[in-house]
């Protein structure tokens, strides 16, 4: 009917990216069947930075597996996995390392993921990154 899978609203957000914001899984699994799982939005961000960010692990899973790289960085030179230790996602984190994740890395600002964590003090992330 014309409707684009890959529409974006003002912010550039794709109804993918919303749905992994939501940590819905399921829709997660239905759009990226016919939306671009690799479009960023004005920020620079993957539906995939949306899903760390709101520890989505199933969606993360999802978009892994679409071939959204794990090591895309928004903007500001954040990868999912940067996203994932800013907000204390430890499940998601571990996710993203087992598919290869860098986490050597550095933003924009030249600090590490080691060096979030630490500021954030979540043991389990920073358990994460130490076993990895």
């Known amino acids: 009917?014309?409707?684009?899978?890959?529409?974006?609203?003002?912010?550039?957000?794709?109804?993918?990216?919303?749905?992994?914001?939501?940590?819905?899984?399921?829709?997660?699994?239905?759009?990226?069947?016919?939306?671009?799982?690799?479009?960023?939005?004005?920020?620079?961000r993957s539906a995939l930075h949306?899903?760390?960010?709101?520890g989505c692990t199933e969606s993360a899973a999802t978009l892994v597996m679409a071939g959204v790289g794990v090591d895309e960085k928004d903007r500001r030179g954040c990868s999912p996995a940067f996203i994932a230790v800013a907000n204390?996602?430890?499940?998601?984190?571990?996710?993203?390392?087992e598919n290869g994740a860098d986490l050597t890395l550095r933003d924009c600002m030249g600090k590490g993921m080691l060096h979030r964590a630490a500021l954030c003090g979540d043991i389990e992330v920073l358990n994460v990154l130490l076993d990895a």
């Open 1 to 44: 009917m014309g409707v684009s899978l890959d529409s974006q609203d003002t912010s550039g957000m794709t109804p993918l990216m919303k749905a992994a914001t939501n940590c819905n899984a399921d829709n997660v699994n239905i759009l990226r069947s016919g939306a671009n799982p690799k479009t960023k939005d004005r920020e620079g």
């Open 50 to 54: 949306y899903a760390a960010e709101g």
């Open 88 to 97: 204390n996602k430890p499940r998601v984190l571990q996710l993203l390392v």
